[in-house]
């Protein structure tokens, strides 16, 4: 007999992360080991999941937890626990996320306003060792890309962080450069992207 596929869910809204679990436990071959509403709880399950040798096979993450950064609890997963295949799940689905998500290590990326089909089929496809992204997702990513490759090296670092809402000074620490840098870069972003400023850029890539 198979063992049942383990699932994991991380979404802080609580309706939602239980209508995932019941949705998933409904269909046959699928077992809930654990869910979680944050970073901190997250990573404190999966490592006595581990412990006990039950890690999840795939992982379902929401990518804003609140005031907490799903993409970093993504790049955490998947340095300390590689085996988990994680398929993010969000109501942001615009290209810059996407490929941030994608770029982190997630297998699947799937919208909340899609069908429980699409999500279903994400599930399968991931753990069947596939790659899923929800079709109508594809083309904006695609064209999302070839405008980053228009970019040099310094400005899609800073494109990238200031999709994760980073701001102008995190930004400038982390990246290690000075405050007015960073306003003459996002100036040539600005310009390079269509957009008129730091909102804009934001809602056309990011929300």
């Not at 979680?36 to 709880?41: D, I, L, Q």
């Not at 997702?137 to 070839?146: A, D, G, N, Q």
């Not at 000075?178 to 390079?192: A, G, H, M, T």
């Amino acid at each position: 007999m198979i063992s049942d596929k383990k699932f994991f869910v991380v979404e802080d809204h609580t309706l939602t992360n239980l209508g995932i679990r019941e949705l998933l436990e409904s269909k046959d071959g699928f077992f809930c080991s654990g869910f979680a509403f944050g970073k901190t709880e997250t990573i404190e399950k999966l490592s006595e999941l581990s412990d006990s040798g039950s890690l999840p096979d795939i992982l379902i993450l929401d990518l804003f937890l609140g005031k907490e950064s799903g993409l970093e609890l993504l790049r955490e997963i998947r340095v300390k626990f590689p085996s988990i295949k994680i398929l993010v799940y969000s109501m942001y689905a615009k290209p810059g996320i996407l490929s941030l998500a994608l770029e982190a290590g997630a297998h699947g990326f799937v919208e909340k306003s899609a069908p429980e089909t699409i999500l279903l089929s994400a599930v399968n496809d991931i753990l069947s060792g596939q790659t899923f992204v929800q079709q109508n997702l594809v083309s904006p990513l695609i064209t999302y890309k070839t405008m980053l490759d228009g970019l040099t090296k310094q400005e899609q670092k800073i494109l990238k962080k200031l999709l994760e809402r980073k701001t102008k000074a995190q930004i400038a620490e982390e990246l290690n450069i000075v405050p007015r840098s960073v306003d003459n870069y996002l100036s040539r972003i600005f310009e390079k992207t269509g957009t008129k400023g730091h909102k804009e850029l934001i809602e056309k890539f990011a929300e």
